[in-house]
T-cell receptor, first 113, second 116 residues
Framework: DAGITQSPRHKVTETGTPVTLRCHQT?????MYWYRQDPGHGLRLIHY???????DKGEVSDGYSVSRSKTEDFLLTLESATSSQTSVYFC????????????FGQGTRLTVV | AQSVTQPDIHITVSEGASLELRCNYS??????LFWYVQSPGQGLQLLLK??????LVQGIKGFEAEFKRSQSSFNLRKPSVHWSDAAEYFC??????????????FGKGTHLIIQP
C-alpha cells in the first residue's frame, strides 16, 4: 500500500469553527490532491499541489484553503466550517501526471453540526 | 476540460454472472483512463489503467477493460462476479496537457450489488 496517512479519520465539529485535515505521505511524490466524496457526486477535486508551496484550486475550492510546507505534508483547512462541508475527504498522491495513477488515503469523515 | 459519465448508478448482478460497467469520457486528446474500486469505508484502489498500446487492458481481481476511441468508452468487464466484488466502481480520466497538475476527473460511480 502507498504510504499515505490521513488524520484525523473521523471528526465532528460545530458550524463556524476552523478545521484542519492532514495528509502525510512517505512516497516522496510530487503531486498531492484533496478530493471530497458525496453521494451522487463521486469525487470532486478541491485543491492540489505540484510542489512545496505550489498549490492551485480545483473544481470545488470555495471555503477551503491548503498549504504545503514540506513534500510529505498537505493540509486542508476549512476556515469556518459549514454543514455543506460535511463529507468524506480523500487525499491522493501521484508521482507524475498523465498516465500515472493516483494513490488514495483511507479518507476522513467530517461532520459539521 | 475532461469529463466522465457512468450511466448506471446501481447495477445488480447474480453471483457467477458476467459484468459490464459502462464509462464514457470526453477529452480532446488521447486520454489516460482508470478504473478504481471502493469497498465500504475504504479508500480507492486501482483496478486497471490505459494510456497507450493494446486497447484491451487486464487488471487485478480478474477485471478487464476495453478502450474504444470511436465510442469514447472504457467499459469494465468481468466474466464471473464473486460476492466480494460488491463495491462502488469509479471510472476516471487524466490529462497531460497545459500547465498545472490537474488531478484525475472521476465519474459519479456505479454501485454494484451481488445477488446470491
Amino acid at each position: 500500500d502507498a504510504g499515505i496517512t490521513q488524520s484525523p479519520r473521523h471528526k465532528v465539529t460545530e458550524t463556524g469553527t476552523p478545521v484542519t485535515l492532514r495528509c502525510h505521505q512517505t512516497e516522496n511524490h510530487r503531486y498531492m490532491y484533496w478530493y471530497r466524496q458525496d453521494p451522487g457526486h463521486g469525487l470532486r477535486l478541491i485543491h492540489y499541489s505540484y510542489g512545496v508551496k505550489d498549490t492551485d484550486k480545483g473544481e470545488v475550492s470555495d471555503g477551503y484553503s491548503v498549504s504545503r510546507s514540506k513534500t510529505e505534508d498537505f493540509l486542508l483547512t476549512l476556515e469556518s466550517a459549514t454543514s455543506s462541508q460535511t463529507s468524506v475527504y480523500f487525499c491522493a498522491i501521484r508521482q507524475s501526471r498523465g498516465g500515472t495513477e493516483a494513490f488514495f488515503g483511507q479518507g476522513t469523515r467530517l461532520t459539521v453540526v | 476540460a475532461q469529463s466522465v459519465t457512468q450511466p448506471d448508478i446501481h447495477i445488480t448482478v447474480s453471483e457467477g454472472a458476467s459484468l459490464e460497467l459502462r464509462c464514457n469520457y470526453s477529452y480532446g486528446a488521447t486520454p489516460y483512463l482508470f478504473w478504481y474500486v471502493q469497498s465500504p469505508g475504504q479508500g480507492l484502489q486501482l483496478l486497471l489503467k490505459y494510456f497507450s498500446g493494446d486497447t484491451l487492458v487486464q487488471g487485478i481481481k480478474g477485471f478487464e477493460a476495453e478502450f474504444k476511441r470511436s465510442q469514447s468508452s472504457f467499459n469494465l468487464r468481468k466474466p464471473s462476479v464473486h460476492w466480494s466484488d460488491a463495491a462502488e466502481y469509479f471510472c476516471a480520466v487524466g490529462a497531460d496537457s497545459g500547465g498545472g497538475a490537474d488531478g484525475l476527473t472521476f465519474g459519479k460511480g456505479t454501485h454494484l450489488i451481488i445477488q446470491p
